[in-house]
Nanobody, 127 residues
C-alpha cells in the first residue's frame, strides 16, 4: 500500500523560512520523480517544484525560483522543500506526489493523472 505523508507546515511571518518533508512508502522511491504542488483557497492546484528520480534534475515555478530548494534523501525515502523569504502569497496547502518518469520531471507540472497524493501540509504566511 502506497502512502505519501507531508509534514513541516506551520505559521510563519513574511520573510521567514519553513522546510516541508514528504515521505513515500510502499513504492520503489528511486524510480519516481517527486513533485510539490500547492493549492490556495479558491484557486487551482499549481506546481511548485519537482526533482527527478536521480536528483539530478530540479524544476521550479517562476514564483518560487531562487527562494525554494527541493532535494531528496534516498536513504529516508523523503523529499524536502526548503522555503525561504516566504511571502503571504505562498499561503496554501502543500502536497507532494510521486510520478514514474524515465527522464527528468517529464511533463511536470502537467502530470495528468497522479495516482498518489498526500494529505497536505498547511503553510500560512502572515504579513
Amino acid at each position: 500500500q502506497v502512502q505519501v505523508v507531508e509534514s513541516g507546515g506551520g505559521l510563519v511571518q513574511a520573510g521567514g523560512s519553513l522546510r516541508l518533508s514528504c515521505t513515500a512508502s510502499g513504492l520503489r522511491f528511486d524510480d519516481y520523480a517527486m513533485g510539490w504542488f500547492r493549492q490556495a483557497p479558491g484557486k487551482e492546484r499549481e506546481g511548485v517544484s519537482c526533482v527527478s528520480w536521480s536528483g539530478g534534475t530540479t524544476v521550479y515555478a517562476d514564483s518560487v525560483k531562487d527562494r525554494f530548494t527541493i532535494s531528496r534523501d534516498k536513504t529516508k525515502n523523503t523529499v524536502f522543500l526548503q522555503m525561504r523569504r516566504l511571502k503571504p502569497e505562498d499561503t496554501a496547502t502543500y502536497y507532494c506526489a510521486p510520478k514514474l518518469e524515465v527522464s527528468g520531471c517529464g511533463t511536470w507540472p502537467r502530470w495528468g493523472e497522479v495516482a498518489y497524493w498526500g494529505q497536505g501540509a498547511q503553510v500560512t504566511v502572515s504579513s
